[in-house]
Structures are given as C-alpha cells and as structure tokens.
C-alpha cells in the first residue's frame, strides 16, 4: 500500500513537471540527472579467450570486435514492451524502456543512457567518419554510437545493436 501511495505521488509529480514548467526547465532538469555522479561502475577485465568462452559467435563480433549488425535483423529494434536493456556482455542495466523511440532505422534507438557511467562515449574515427562511439561502462564492449538527431528531451540518438541486449520487461 505503501509503495503505492508512493508511486502515484510520483506519477502526479512527474505529470505537474511535465505540464507546467517550460521547455528550459525540463532541458535543465535533463542536464542535471544525466551529470548528476552514480554508483561508481567497477570494471571488469577478461582476456580475448575468456570471452570467446562466455560470448555467442555474434556477441563476440559486436563487443569485442566493434561489429554492426544488419539493421532490421537483430534482437528488440521493435520491442514496445516496458522494461530494462541490459548488456549481455556483464550484465550492467544501460537503457530504460521509456526512453527508446521509434528512429525507423532498425536498430533499437534511446535518447539516453540508463545512468551516467553506464554507458561511456568514446570518438570514433574509423570507416573515414567522425562519430562518437558508445561503449558499455562496465566491460568496455562496444553497443553503437550517439548522433545528434534524437528527439527531445535530450537531442541524442544511441543508436545500439540489439543482438548485446538482454532485456528484461518489468
Ligand atoms: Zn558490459
């Protein structure tokens, strides 16, 4: 009951923040959450081998070779469902339902991170392009890159390969 009570004052909060403050308040607000310091996010660190063991052949190909997946052939580009995106690499929760769209490009798309430290940004200069790689905070494993054409509230778009996700709906 408790907990209830709970969640439908938040959900009233969060239905006031968002009807009644302006666009700069919630930018604001955007900002400071995503800058706001986490739980540190402790490392983990295996050898080529060990991962070869843990990972499937495609796993391997996408986090530890920086692959890409074909758009529209992997896991969860169309997955609507409520829930949390986990990296299949070590586990660590990276995106939250709520903030996936529809980008139309195949892959599963977020306007951000799950938590900052979670997912790191790293520049990418390979294939003769300049694009900001996204790397999982936890194991390193490579998910996809950011672009700047996302929707509000942030203007990002991880654009990620799903085949590195395992999801779990709430
Ligand atoms: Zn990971």
Not at 9 to 18: A, I, K, N, T, W
Not at 69 to 90: L, Q
Request: net charge neutral; aromatic share 12%.
């Amino acid at each position: 009951m408790y907990k209830i009570l709970i969640l439908t004052f938040l959900s009233s909060l969060l239905f006031h923040v968002g009807c009644s403050q302006s666009n700069q308040v919630a930018t604001t607000k955007v900002e400071e959450t995503s800058q706001k310091p986490g739980p540190a996010v402790e490392k983990i660190e295996k050898t080529e081998e060990e991962w070869r063991a843990q990972l499937s052949e495609t796993e391997f190909y996408i986090l530890r070779e920086k692959g890409t997946e074909r758009s529209f052939t992997g896991k969860y580009w169309d997955n609507k469902k409520d829930g949390i995106y986990f990296c299949s690499g070590c586990n660590l929760s990276l995106f939250d339902a709520e903030t996936k769209f529809k980008s139309g490009t195949g892959w599963p798309s977020f306007y951000q991170p799950i938590a900052k430290g979670h997912v790191i940004e790293y520049t990418d200069s390979s294939h003769g392009m300049a694009r900001t790689e996204v790397v999982c905070g936890r194991c390193d494993g490579h998910l996809g890159h950011v672009f700047n054409d996302g929707p509000n509230p942030t203007g990002l778009r991880y654009c990620i390969n799903g085949n590195i996700l395992q999801f779990k709906e709430k």
